[in-house]
């Protein structure tokens, strides 16, 4: 299984469509094995393509801080299921989903900022 996380250095980013990268941990059973990055394209997440490339690319979480019912939408159409409301490293956040330890948190980013031009 892959599973990605939006990042920013090795941190993972509060908001999904604004990363700097994803982390791409490929994990089997209970342990990452795994490690890669992929590079995030300009502009919101939910307007891009990421979605399919993660989903081309063989993820099925996607592990977020911050993210827009849009995207979550998207990825779902693409079969990827999301976990919301993670902090801290990536790898710590895979680490915990694995132990069931991280939940989802239920909350969808309502706001974005001023320069913000997507329609969600």
């Known amino acids: ?6 990042t920013i250095g090795d941190q993972v980013d509060q908001h999904f469509g604004h990363c700097e ?12 094995t795994a490690e890669n990055f992929m ?18 690319d063989g993820v099925k979480v996607l592990i977020a ?10 990825l779902a159409d693409n079969g990827i299921k999301t976990i919301k409301g993670a902090a801290g490293t990536a790898r710590n956040a895979v680490e915990q989903f694995l132990r069931g330890e991280l939940l989802d ?3 969808i980013c309502h706001t974005h900022g001023p320069d913000h031009l997507c329609q969600h």
């Open 65 to 74: 801080g911050g993210i827009g019912n849009g995207a979550v939408n998207v």
């Open 105 to 107: 948190s239920g909350d």
């Open 1 to 6: 299984m892959k599973i990605a996380v939006p």
């Open 39 to 56: 590079a995030s394209p300009a502009g919101c997440g939910c307007k891009s393509n990421m979605a399919s490339k993660l989903a081309q």
């Open 21 to 32: 990268k994803y982390s791409i941990f490929t994990v089997e059973e209970i342990t990452i």
